[in-house]
């Protein structure tokens, strides 16, 4: 299943995955290089869009759950994220898009 | 593109649990169709979740024929 977008007269498609993760070098250093491959084993890259990103868990989540109470992550046998900074916040979403133009 | 995405997903959670690194959480904004990203929140805000569906909307309205997104209302957690 994928979006279909029409922007302008520009068509295309996209799709989308995450997955997440505790801040680690070696976990991001290896997620980037097998995604690196997947790229490159597409049969073609022509009007194709690719882009994964790492972003932290967001402040939101943190503040929602500071307020009602729970863990913000919505998890009880690991650690909190309330009250990390966004550099040292444990857990990271590794967010990939992929379009398809045409 | 699936094949790419299910690769992304398949590589990246190997990757994870090969460091001991990954969470169950998903974000949801990104989240994949065949992802589960309301499991995610945990059991008490999935039950949070479906008794608020079944409160106001009775009828499966927004479960049955709002197209797109992730739906309470089949929804099993492991």
Redesign the interface.
């Known amino acids: 299943?994928?979006q279909r977008h029409i922007l302008s007269d520009i068509l295309y498609?996209e799709?989308?995955?995450?997955?997440?993760?505790?801040?680690?070098y070696?976990?991001i250093r290896?997620?980037w290089d097998?995604?690196d491959?997947?790229?490159n084993a597409?049969p073609s890259k022509d009007k194709v869009d690719w882009m994964?990103s790492f972003i932290p868990q967001a402040q939101i989540q943190q503040t929602y759950a500071a307020k009602r109470g729970?863990?913000s992550?919505?998890?009880?046998d690991?650690p909190d994220q309330i009250g990390e900074s966004s550099i040292s916040r444990l857990?990271l979403?590794?967010?990939?898009?992929?379009q398809?133009f045409g | 593109?699936?094949g790419?995405?299910q690769?992304?997903?398949d590589?990246?959670?190997?990757?994870?649990q090969?460091?001991?690194?990954?969470?169950?959480?998903?974000?949801i904004?990104?989240?994949?169709?065949f992802?589960n990203?309301l499991c995610?929140?945990?059991s008490?805000?999935v039950e949070f979740l479906k008794t608020t569906a079944a409160k106001y909307d009775p009828n499966g309205v927004f479960q049955t024929l709002m197209p797109g997104g992730f739906k309470v209302g089949n929804l099993t957690c492991a």
């Open positions: 299943m994928f498609r799709v989308t995955a995450s997955v997440t993760f505790n801040n680690d070696n976990t290896d997620i097998a995604t491959a997947v790229y597409l994964v729970g863990n992550l919505g998890l009880t690991v857990v979403y590794a967010n990939f898009s992929m398809l | 593109m699936e790419a995405r690769q992304f997903v590589e990246s959670v190997a990757v994870a090969k460091y001991g690194t990954y969470y169950p959480f998903l974000y904004n990104y989240a994949a169709p992802q990203p995610g929140y945990g008490d805000s």
